[in-house]
């Protein structure tokens, strides 16, 4: 959540955005202070509680249709690797390839896995963990 003073100061970054007004933001952070991605963590919980993470579509070892074994601090749930939401049945735990991902300079795509309960909210079921809490599979 954004509070005060921060949420006042974002409206005014997005004004000059959308203004076409970029310079407004100040000078360009070098790429060598933005951090990596941390690993197997949660990056975003969406509107529909599905959990958005940082585990790259690549690295992800089951093949489709297997079962994984998903562990978010003490709540451990078996899912489905699948390749959408219409893979699994209402009430499964799916794990997916995401909407979120980039294409780099070299053309390399980048997509992001995601957990999602087919008719239900992924974020409850695991007690509602915290952005950058760590996912483990197995």
């Not at 005060?4 to 952070?29: F, H, K, S, T």
């Not at 690295?59 to 249709?65: D, I, N």
Request: with cysteine; aromatic share 6%.
């Amino acid at each position: 959540m954004i509070g005060g003073a921060n949420r006042g100061c974002i409206r005014v970054i997005g004004r000059a955005i959308a203004l076409g007004q970029p310079d407004a933001l100040d000078e360009e952070i070098p790429r060598s202070d933005i951090p990596d991605v941390p690993p197997n963590c949660i990056a975003y919980i969406d509107g529909y509680g599905n959990l958005k993470t940082t585990i790259k579509h690549e690295a992800s070892k089951p093949h489709e249709g297997q079962a994984v074994r998903l562990q978010i601090c003490e709540r451990e749930l078996e899912a489905t690797k699948s390749d959408g939401s219409f893979a699994v049945e209402s009430g499964q735990l799916a794990f997916a390839p995401g909407s979120s991902g980039w294409t780099n300079e070299q053309g390399e795509h980048t997509r992001w896995m995601e957990v999602f309960l087919r008719g239900g909210n992924a974020w409850e079921s695991f007690h509602c963990p915290s952005i950058g809490t760590h996912i483990q599979i197995s």
